[in-house]
């Protein structure tokens, strides 16, 4: 269990837009838990707050090679250095006041936000943090560029840089994004250009406020008035921009990201991707408007919002007799379309006794997880015993399973369950659980 953390105390930091050029001045203060991170226009009459998430995204045709957020009549520019920071960090609630359009530039990294958060103290809430892990890959693809998103059990970047340019050619890192790996690999980092580009960009009115010594400008055979931190700084750096651009999720993330000379556009896309997925397998705010009443028959789309079992791995069909905490009757209707009889005796099709086993648990899990203290946690199988199989099951039977609670405790549960087929006992066993939190609740 993790806290989710906010500074102790208020601090300043001053600069100008590397986009825009424009001085800003930005003030750092203490939130309360659930906030979030929200940014404050203190120069506008309304005081307006842009929360940031992925709701608040400006589309990148208004935003070229930077991470922006607004609403109808604000906006803020060049977040992800400083999203980067807090992410890696692990702050989730802080309120930021800001008196211009555009974040700070500095020197081109996230180095003096870790410095000034952290020297404002980041300290634990009292409340626990939400978090997702990515259920199913994504892959997205643009031009020569791709970015892919794994499940993992932790956030991994490998990122591969590869430009036309004899200076930046190909270069690899993979790292476990912890605050001290971000802090000392990643946030020292510093963005850049091409010499070429450098021009053509300022006439286009982006990295107005650029200098050499807030952008690493590469020419033909080198860094021009600068030197580089690290000898592959400019990978490091593409690592930073998408631990920013990911930020704008909300919430710690559990993920392999594999990307290939990605960018803000390609990253932002994938963001976009992780939300649809979390929003598709999360059950939070789901669950605390799910009013689950006792002898309620639950159809199979009112499970999946208890469960989080989907096809091909959900094998109740429906509950038609529910007592919270205390008993359920569930059913499966076997077919000759389950998946699992193309390999198990497709000859004379039997239903493995294991998955039999498998939708016994299921319905128990729904009887322990409809209470509302489990509501949005997982049971786990702790122990399985006194298994017996009495008759086989084939396709065009209807299971019927009849599940009674035994021991429960806060953190365990113990079941025994029967199934029928036509009145009969084809199998009983007695399950015990582990309920844990779920990684998004």
């Known amino acids: 269990m993790i806290n989710q953390k906010t500074i102790i105390k208020e601090v300043s930091i001053s600069g100008a837009g590397l ?3 424009n001085k800003v001045n930005l003030k750092f203060k203490p939130a309360d838990i659930d906030s979030g991170i929200n940014f404050i226009r203190v120069d506008m009459p309304e005081k307006t707050v842009i929360k940031a998430n992925t709701d608040s995204l400006i589309v990148s045709s208004r935003a070229h090679r930077r991470t922006s957020i607004g609403n109808s009549t604000v906006e803020v520019h060049t977040i992800e250095h400083l999203m980067a920071s807090l992410f890696a960090l692990g702050i ?7 008196d211009s ?7 081109g990294s996230s180095q003096v936000f870790v410095e000034t958060l952290k020297g404002a103290g980041i300290k634990e809430q009292d409340k626990e943090k939400h978090g997702f892990s990515l259920r199913e890959p994504i892959f997205i693809e643009e031009g020569g560029s791709s970015i892919i998103a794994l ?3 932790d956030f991994r970047i490998s990122y591969t840089l590869n430009y036309d340019h004899p200076m930046l050619k190909s270069g690899f890192l993979e790292l476990i994004v912890t605050p001290e790996s971000f802090s000392s690999e990643i946030a020292p980092a510093r963005t850049f250009c091409l010499e070429e580009e450098a021009k053509e960009l300022q006439r286009n009115n982006v990295g107005l406020g650029a200098n050499y010594e807030n952008t690493l400008v590469v020419g033909a055979t080198g860094v021009i008035g600068n030197k580089l931190r690290f000898d592959n700084e400019f990978v490091r750096h593409k690592i930073l921009d998408l631990i920013g651009d990911l930020s704008i999720l909300a919430q710690p993330i559990k993920a392999h990201i594999i990307a290939i000379k990605s960018g803000h556009s390609l990253n932002l896309k994938l963001a976009k ?14 669950k605390k408007a799910l009013d689950i009443q006792d002898g309620e028959v639950l159809d199979c789309e009112t499970i999946m919002k208890i469960l989080p079992h989907r096809d091909p791995f959900l094998f109740v069909d429906r509950v038609t007799k529910l007592e919270k905490g205390k008993h359920a009757v569930g059913i499966k209707n076997v077919t000759i379309n389950d998946y699992f009889f193309r390999g198990h005796f497709p000859g004379r099709p039997v239903m493995p006794g294991v998955l ?11 009887m322990m997880l409809a209470l509302e203290e489990n509501r949005g946690k997982l049971a786990f199988f702790m122990m399985i015993d006194n298994v017996k199989f009495r008759k086989t099951v ?3 039977d209807q299971l019927v399973f009849d599940v009674v609670a035994g021991k429960m405790k806060s953190k365990t549960g113990q079941v025994h369950g029967k199934a029928y087929v036509d009145g009969k006992v084809v199998a009983e066993a007695d399950l015990m659980f582990s309920i844990v939190d779920s990684p998004e609740s």
């Open 19 to 21: 986009h825009t050029a």
């Open 92 to 98: 989730d609630n802080i309120n930021i006041e800001i």
């Open 101 to 107: 359009n555009e974040v700070p530039g500095l020197d």
């Open 151 to 153: 499940p993992s059990e």
């Open 273 to 286: 991707s992780i939300d649809q997925q979390r929003k598709k397998y999360s059950t939070g705010t789901g």
């Open 356 to 366: 039999i086993v498998e939708a016994m648990a299921q319905v128990g899990g729904v």
């Open 394 to 396: 084939v396709p065009g």
